[in-house]
């Protein structure tokens, strides 16, 4: 019943996964739909050919994958954009060049740094890195709204020094509630990505607290996510997401195709 809408392949700079084998593993889990997001980080530090995706390539190959699996799987064409303010222009151009089914618009360089790494905690406590990240998040939602949710809200707890240790949705409350209400505002969604239980942070991305305050504050936008780079980590803890997802508020789940939102109630 459920659709995994984040996932990588070797498009992506950081995957070596071949798409079909990723459809293989969709299938054996028994998803009734997928949608492939890959990697476009445009001005990425140091590596800037690292994330920039042969998009005519992508997407000849998203095509033909549909068209192959019509019968076994539906394959959704999507795009994960790692924003930046000063990217605005160019995201713009871009989306109006390709017919997307899915954008995911996700924080992974903060003003020049990648939290990935460990130089952007150089000279920054924990506390203060995070903080600039959500910081960063509401930079990018003001200066671009062409994407349908926002990624892994909290990514930043994934790679600090200490992980999600000390780290709560009360902490950061202020800006994390600014980062829900403008969303809200545009029309946008969130994410659950179950990465986070994959790095052992036992809480998907962003935490069940963030979760149900978007609902508290009216939103109802949800997509699911592993962020899965290898097959083996397609639909990653997904059986998790039911339960987890009613207990929060929600009662559907959504899936993008043609970048409109379609409500699927949760099983």
Not at 145 to 158: E, Q, S
Not at 241 to 253: I, S
Request: proline letters at 6%; charged letters at 25%.
């Amino acid at each position: 019943m459920l659709w995994d809408t984040h996932m990588h392949s070797n498009f992506s700079g950081d995957s070596r996964a071949e798409q079909e084998d990723m459809i293989a593993a969709a299938i054996q889990k028994n998803l009734s739909g997928i949608c492939f997001t890959d990697h476009l980080d445009l001005d990425y530090p140091k590596e800037p050919e690292v994330f920039v995706l042969d998009l005519p390539g992508y997407t000849s190959s998203v095509l033909s994958l549909q068209e192959k699996y019509a019968k076994a799987l539906p394959i959704y064409y999507g795009i994960e954009l790692g924003l930046q303010p000063h990217l605005a222009a160019q995201h713009t151009k871009l989306l109006s060049q390709y017919d997307f089914d899915f954008v995911i618009g996700s924080s992974h360089v903060v003003h020049g740094a990648d939290p990935y790494y460990p130089p952007y905690w150089e000279g920054r406590t924990e506390a203060q890195g995070r903080l600039e990240y959500f910081e960063s998040i509401l930079e990018n939602i003001h200066a671009f709204d062409g994407f349908d949710v926002y990624g892994h809200l909290d990514y930043i707890v994934r790679y600090g020094p200490c992980k999600n240790e000390g780290y709560s949705y009360e902490t950061y409350k202020d800006i994390i509630d600014e980062i829900l209400q403008a969303l809200i505002r545009k029309g946008k969604g969130i994410e659950i990505n179950t990465g986070g239980f994959k790095y052992g942070l036992g809480h998907p991305n962003p935490t069940e607290e963030i979760l149900a305050r978007y609902v508290e504050l009216g939103g109802e936008i949800i997509t699911l996510g592993a962020d899965a780079h290898a097959p083996e980590h397609v639909a990653y803890a997904f059986e998790k997401l039911p339960e987890l997802l009613k207990t929060v508020g929600f009662r559907y789940f959504t899936v993008f195709r043609n970048r409109k939102p379609q409500f699927i109630k949760l099983p």
